[in-house]
C-alpha cells in the first residue's frame, strides 16, 4: 500500500504519485530540486507517477511505454492494448491516467510555487478532496522529520 500525493504547480494539480507521499518522502524531495517543471516530474518519477495534466501525460506515457515494452518482453502496441507477462503487475506496470480520471485517496497535495513547497493534509477521494479542506502551509525541513 502506497501512500498517494497530488503535486500542483501554482495551484493547478499537475501530477499524482502512487508510493511515499509524506513530507518526510516526496514532500522532502519537492523541497530539494530545483523546483523546474523538468526537475518536479523527475521526483514524482520516483514516486512513480499514476496520473497526469493533459499537459504533459503524452510525453510521460510515451516513456512509460517504452519502458514496458522492455520489461515485459512486448510491443509498444501490445503493452498500449493492456498486454503484461508475469503474474505480478504492480502501480507502475500501468499507463498514466489523465488527471481529470484519478479518482484514488491521495493523502497529501504539494504545492509548488514561487519556488518554495507548500503542502496539505487531503481527506478522501480526489478531486472531492480539494472541496473539503483547508490552506496550505509552507513545508520545511523539520515538517519533513514529523511525519
Keep these: ?67 514496458l515494452s522492455q520489461k515485459h518482453d512486448l510491443t509498444e502496441e501490445e503493452i498500449r492494448q493492456g498486454k503484461r507477462r508475469g503474474s505480478i503487475v504492480c502501480a507502475e506496470d500501468y499507463e498514466i491516467c489523465d488527471l481529470k480520471e484519478y479518482g484514488d485517496w491521495a493523502e497529501y497535495e504539494y504545492n509548488i510555487r514561487n519556488g518554495e513547497v507548500f503542502f496539505r493534509r487531503l481527506i478522501g477521494p480526489y478531486p472531492d478532496s480539494l472541496k473539503r479542506i483547508s490552506g496550505y502551509g509552507r513545508l520545511t525541513e523539520e515538517e519533513t522529520k514529523e511525519d
Excluded: F, Y
Excluded at 493547478?12 to 509524506?22: C, V
Excluded at 523541497?31 to 501525460?57: N, P
Design 1 to 67: 500500500m502506497g501512500t498517494r500525493a497530488l503535486i500542483s504547480i501554482n495551484g493547478k494539480p499537475m501530477i499524482a504519485t502512487h508510493w511515499d507521499g509524506n513530507p518526510s518522502s516526496l514532500g522532502l524531495d519537492l523541497l530539494e530540486c530545483d523546483k523546474s517543471l523538468h526537475a518536479i516530474i523527475r521526483v514524482a518519477q520516483s514516486h512513480t507517477i499514476d496520473a497526469a495534466d493533459g499537459s504533459i501525460r503524452e510525453e510521460l506515457n510515451r516513456k512509460r511505454v517504452r519502458e
